[in-house]
């Protein structure tokens, strides 16, 4: 289940940082909050327009992980908050889950669809 916090951040201007380690180690890579949709079994879907490396990444070891926050969501206490999800991700070229993020992002080129493994609210 996605927390309501984390479903505010994603509606708020703020950076997205996905963490991959590869063959020739770790790699991280920004997107936009604004730009991640939640399916209705709780996945995230990422568009990409580049991410080379990252796909690359995740066809050696599919884990991620992926930190998000924005000031202007209420936190644990204080105003700003931020979450570390770690999940298992794909890229999908083909299919509802791409179409989806192609009609939003003509630029699109793939779909990083993550699974989410545990989402912790980190601040």
Avoid: C
């Amino acid at each position: 289940m996605i927390p309501e916090a984390l479903q505010e951040i994603l509606k708020q201007d703020g950076i997205v940082a996905i963490a991959t380690l590869g063959q020739d180690g770790p790699h991280l890579v920004n997107t936009w909050n604004s730009y991640v949709r939640i399916t209705d079994d709780g996945r995230l879907l990422i568009p990409a327009g580049y991410m080379h490396r990252t796909e690359a990444n995740i066809a050696f070891n599919p884990d991620v992980l992926i930190t998000l926050g924005s000031s202007k969501v209420q936190g644990l206490h204080n105003p700003g908050a931020g979450f570390l999800i770690k999940g298992k991700a794909a890229f999908i070229t083909s299919g509802p889950d791409f179409e989806l993020l192609k009609s939003k992002f003509a630029w699109l080129r793939a779909t990083l669809a993550v699974r989410p493994d545990s989402i912790t609210q980190t601040w």
